[in-house]
């Protein structure tokens, strides 16, 4: 049974920085490529970034290319997204997930399995 956990969200003001973290429980996370979303209120989830199982390959949303950087660190089950430069318009309810072997990593459903999300919230 794979299970997710988010955290890291909370409130920052505009150019600050947030850490987010997803810690995975299961088996076999190493072989497992991730994905990270976002939804805020009223709107669709949006794909952010997603990473494949050994680290080599990142994937992110063109306009957040350059402020944010996902990683990953296999000897913990941990899955990071570095948030820099934030903007009152990347408030949202954050999700890692994991993604499905041979789907894009760009869409909601390449993805099987998910976490509860960490709200993200960013102060003008």
């Known amino acids: 049974q794979v299970q997710l956990v988010e955290s890291g969200g909370g409130l920052v003001q505009a150019g600050g920085s947030l850490r987010l973290s997803c810690v995975f429980s299961?088996?076999?996370?190493?072989?497992?490529?991730m994905g990270w979303f976002r939804q805020a209120p009223g709107k669709e989830r949006e794909f952010v970034a997603g990473?494949?199982?050994?680290?080599?390959?990142?994937f992110y949303q063109d306009s957040l290319k350059g402020r944010f950087t996902i990683s990953r660190d296999n000897t913990k089950n941990t899955v990071y997204l570095q948030m820099n430069t934030l903007k009152p318009e990347d408030t949202a309810v954050y999700y890692c997930?994991?993604?499905?072997?041979?789907?894009?990593?760009?869409?909601?459903?390449?993805?099987?399995?998910w976490g509860q999300g960490t709200q993200v919230t960013v102060s003008s």
């Open positions: 997930a994991v993604k499905n072997p041979r789907d894009s990593y760009y869409h909601v459903a390449s993805y099987t399995y």
């Open positions: 299961g088996r076999s996370f190493s072989t497992y490529n």
């Open positions: 990473i494949s199982w050994g680290g080599a390959g990142t």
